[in-house]
T-cell receptor
Framework: EPEVTQTPSHQVTQMGQEVILRCVPI?????FYWYRQILGQKVEFLVSFYNNEISEKSEIFDDQFSVERPDGSNFTLKIRSTKLEDSAMYFC??????????FGDGTRLSIL | AQTVTQSQPEMSVQEAETVTLSCTYD???????LFWYKQPPSRQMILVIRQEAYKQQNATENRFSVNFQKAAKSFSLKISDSQLGDTAMYFCAFMLPYGGATNKLIFGTGTLLAVQP
């Protein structure tokens, strides 16, 4: 069964540094999402992406965040200047439409 | 705005027994989807079961079934014949069906289920 792939599985970064989290959605999916889960808390929506543009973003998704689909397969989340509170698990998800979203295994981001 | 509430932070069940996890939600919409996702210690997000609001019949997937009460805005998950591998955090989630781009999932705070041998 096709899977959503996320790399790296764990990223450790110094505060203030830029970080890029990578995702390869399922190949025939059209809608892409990033979610965040701070340790011990619920999963929160960050941003949705369709047709090469952001469709919706949450309050969390401020100017420090950006997303990009640089080619036909990758979907990236960039945090420009990381803060301690950005430490979390970041999940990428994709779907064809009004179908259940398929999640990747997540990237654990640790900010030191 | 839609909200999802899971009032049971933790639950425990004996192996082979049945357990029910509660979820309530709030929306003014008539058409929507509801999901249960499982997150084991590995922290993957695994879809357990889905329910379309327009369907009166409760969804079933093997040992997992739901009790969907639309008027009460309740969506509970029943796990029958609990297995050790069912130990995980369970999240209830809500989604509107209006075009894929706005189909964000809204999650509850989760219920940590421990299956005891």
């Amino acid at each position: 069964e096709p899977e959503v792939t996320q790399t790296p599985s764990h990223q450790v970064t110094q505060m203030g540094q830029e970080v890029i989290l990578r995702c390869v959605p399922i190949s025939n999916h059209l809608y892409f999402y990033w979610y965040r889960q701070i340790l011990g808390q619920k999963v929160e929506f960050l941003v949705s992406f369709y047709n090469n543009e952001i469709s919706e973003k949450s309050e969390i998704f401020d100017d420090q965040f950006s997303v990009e689909r640089p080619d036909g397969s990758n979907f990236t989340l960039k945090i420009r200047s990381t803060k301690l509170e950005d430490s979390a698990m970041y999940f990428c998800a994709s779907t064809q439409g009004s179908q259940p979203q398929h999640f990747g295994d997540g990237t654990r981001l640790s900010i030191l | 705005a839609q909200t999802v509430t899971q009032s049971q932070p933790e639950m425990s069940v004996q192996e082979a027994e049945t357990v029910t996890l509660s979820c309530t939600y709030d929306t003014s919409e008539n058409n929507y989807y509801l999901f249960w996702y499982k997150q084991p210690p590995s922290r993957q997000m695994i879809l357990v079961i889905r329910q379309e609001a327009y369907k009166q019949q409760n969804a079933t997937e093997n040992r997992f079934s739901v009790n969907f009460q639309k008027a009460a805005k309740s969506f509970s998950l029943k796990i029958s014949d609990s297995q050790l591998g069912d130990t995980a955090m369970y999240f209830c989630a809500f989604m509107l069906p209006y075009g894929g781009a706005t189909n964000k999932l809204i999650f509850g705070t989760g219920t940590l289920l421990a299956v005891q041998p």
